[in-house]
């Protein structure tokens, strides 16, 4: 069982916005709430890279590349991790990932090594 299932990519226009949710399911839902969690994303032939992550504080972190246009938060009742992606551009074309970081409560990582569970992806398509 997958314990990370992202919804909510899409096929927009630039400018326009999406918003990414990451349910955490099964036995190890709740162990979250208790974790840093990000999000990734890797667009074709590129390496996975780092978007945005957030703490059991709800402190938050972001790439430079989409600070001030992006949003992470996660809503530990419903364990649930969310992206708001606003003035997206073509070079936001990715596939999306959420994770979680089993060590770090607080202090997130931006490199993907450090995250223990991932989701399957979902994809979001940015056309100019």
């Known amino acids: 069982q997958v314990p990370l299932v992202e919804s909510g990519g899409d096929s927009v226009q630039a400018g326009g916005s999406l918003r990414l949710s990451c349910a955490a399911s099964?036995?190890?839902?709740?162990?979250?709430?208790?974790?840093?969690m990000g999000w990734f994303r890797q667009a074709s032939g590129k390496e996975r890279e780092g978007v945005g992550f957030i703490d059991i504080h709800g402190t938050t972190t972001y790439a430079d590349s989409v600070k001030g246009r992006f949003t992470i938060s996660r809503d530990n009742a419903k364990n649930t991790l969310y992206l708001e992606m606003n003035s997206l551009k073509s070079e936001d074309t990715a596939m999306y990932y959420c994770?979680?970081?089993?060590?770090?409560?607080?202090?997130?990582?931006?490199?993907?090594?450090?995250?223990?569970?991932w989701g399957q992806g979902t994809q979001v398509t940015v056309s100019s």
């Open positions: 994770a979680a970081d089993l060590a770090r409560i607080w202090g997130c990582s931006p490199s993907a090594s450090q995250y223990n569970d």
């Open positions: 099964g036995p190890r839902g709740p162990i979250y709430k208790n974790t840093c």
